[in-house]
């Protein structure tokens, strides 16, 4: 019986410490367009939308994100890296929120709140691409705490 209850409990330890990954999440699809992404931060997972799911020459889309803080942020620095077949293609750090300039409404937000960002944003291609693009998208506040990321797929038609 003891025997019994330790392959239990070794089985259930196994279980809960296994590494687990967060779902790969279908943001849009059409006969043009498809969007998916995953969080890669394995505390928690990372909601992001873009509306419409079409794309247009310079046009620009909505963008809606959300994560909920696990440490406050005072300056907060978004990474973001597109790769083509492995090739780095565009990478970029940019300043969302400085303590005495703070550009947005999530700007220092403490602990257990939630950061919700919903604005249209520009493209800016004369012509996208067609392929597959793959992403990554990192936010860290002032201590280089990740706040939250996500790996993105684009995928044109």
């Known amino acids: 019986m003891e025997f019994v209850t330790a392959a239990f409990f070794s089985l259930v330890v196994f279980s809960v410490t296994e590494s687990k990954e967060w779902p790969t999440h279908t943001v849009c699809k059409t006969e043009e367009l498809e969007v998916y992404y995953k969080s890669c931060d394995p505390a928690q997972d ?37 790769f083509i077949q492995t090739v780095n293609v565009f990478s970029t750090v940019t300043t969302l929120c400085e303590p005495d300039y703070p550009n947005y409404t999530f700007c220092d937000g403490k602990r257990g709140e939630i950061i919700l960002y919903e604005e249209p944003i520009k493209i800016g291609f004369e012509h996208f691409p067609r392929g597959e693009l793959l992403s990554s998208l990192e936010l860290y506040n002032q201590d280089s705490f990740l706040i939250g990321c996500a790996n993105l797929t684009i995928i044109t038609h």
């Open 46 to 82: 990372f909601g992001f939308s873009v509306y419409p799911c079409y794309l247009t020459p310079k046009g620009g889309t909505n963008l809606k994100m959300a994560v909920l803080l696990r440490s406050e942020i005072e300056s907060l620095f978004l990474h973001f890296k597109a």
